[in-house]
């Protein structure tokens, strides 16, 4: 089960994918992006999502090979 968290007050969701970055919904305009763990994005319509959600979110990846 992947780390799954929601944002107090903005709503916006962030989940750890299995290659450690994070995706991230804004329920309230239906927007997402992927994005890496110091704020880089990858993908998506999102270009902004809170560095310590994104820090904290992945923080707990660990890589395949451990």
Known sequence: MSKKLVQ???N???ALLP???VAVED???GQSGVFERDGTRVSGDLSYADQVM???VAG???GPDK
């Open 8 to 10: 107090r007050g903005t």
């Open 27 to 29: 329920p309230a305009t």
């Open 54 to 56: 994104l820090d904290y």
């Open 19 to 21: 290659d450690g970055t």
């Open 60 to 62: 707990a990846y660990i």
């Open 12 to 14: 916006m969701v962030f």
